[in-house]
């Protein structure tokens, strides 16, 4: 059983940074795929980045602002966040998909474990 934890959100306001953090216990971030989702009130939840072996994935969204990392020594993966933009906030969630492959990596159904999420408020 993976569990996932999440950390490092928070208020900030447009412009600012965060990095969330998540860490893995009970499996490793180097099996599948590790993906950050998340979900902003009266939405579904969605896509935002994803790490299989050395490729990183993102939205459309998020691209060119937002950074998936991984510490595998760890067992950590990191989403850099730069930019922010009210329109990001929601609550950001970490996900495992051990056996996920490349081409569902932008698929929640693809993620086995998820974490309990972490709030990211962003305030114009």
């Known amino acids: 059983q993976v569990q996932l934890v999440e950390s490092g959100g928070g208020l900030v306001q447009a412009g600012d940074s965060l990095r969330l953090s998540c860490t893995a216990s009970?499996?490793?971030?180097?099996?599948?795929?590790m993906g950050w989702f998340r979900q902003a009130p009266g939405k579904e939840r969605e896509f935002v980045s994803a790490?299989?072996?050395?490729?990183?994935y993102y939205s459309d969204s998020v691209k060119g602002r937002f950074t998936i990392s991984k510490n595998s020594a760890a067992n950590m993966v990191f989403l850099e966040m730069n930019s922010l933009q009210p329109g990001d906030t929601a609550v950001y969630y970490c996900a495992s998909g051990p056996t996920a492959i490349t081409s569902r990596v932008r698929n929640p159904g693809a993620y086995y474990y998820w974490g309990q999420g972490t709030q990211v408020t962003v305030s114009s």
């Open positions: 790490v299989k072996g050395g490729t990183s």
């Open positions: 009970g499996g490793t971030v180097n099996s599948g795929a």
